[in-house]
């Protein structure tokens, strides 16, 4: 059986710096939840279809289990462990956002994403914006509504 070559990798995560050792094949998504314990991001489709396992990388919504970890380096990831206690968290919360909330994390950092780069958000660019996730428990609704409220709350904190 072949030995699979692993490196050390120094990755910037939540504002950390933490090493892993990683294949070179190794998914940001592997990586993030076998390598270093930050399960927020979920595997679902495993081809960047569901948008479960997405984080932020340098502010960027990206699908971790469609990028490789050693792509990563030198740049800014933020998981749904890193965003404290952002608002559009408390917004779900109160608009009932989510159900079995498997889909969730990946929904809020999309959605801290689009407040954090265009707090004007109109209607017809938050749905552009959802349209990269997928939920199959609950409607758009409630999600939405969050997503509306965050942005209100940055549009007045402006």
């Not at 390598?35 to 569901?50: E, F, H, R, S, V």
């Not at 502010?59 to 971790?64: E, M, Q, R, V």
Request: charged share 20%; proline share 3%.
């Amino acid at each position: 059986m072949e030995e699979t070559t692993k490196r050390e990798l120094v990755l910037h995560i939540n504002g950390e710096q933490r090493t892993v050792a990683a294949r070179q094949a190794d998914t940001l998504l592997f990586v993030l939840r076998g390598g270093l314990g930050l399960t927020g991001a979920k595997p679902g489709c495993l081809n960047g279809d569901c948008g479960a396992c997405t984080v932020l990388v340098d502010g960027t919504p990206i699908k971790s289990c469609m990028m490789l970890a050693m792509e990563t380096v030198g740049k800014e990831i933020t998981t749904v462990e890193g965003l404290g206690d952002a608002p559009i968290q408390h917004a779900f919360v109160r608009h009932f956002a989510f159900q079995c909330g498997y889909c969730t994390p990946g929904f809020i950092m999309n959605a801290h994403a689009l407040i954090e780069r265009h707090p004007g958000a109109d209607q017809a660019m938050i749905q552009e914006w959802l349209e990269s996730n997928i939920c199959r428990c609950t409607s758009y609704q409630e999600i939405e509504a969050a997503v509306k409220e965050a942005l209100e709350a940055k549009k007045a904190d402006i």
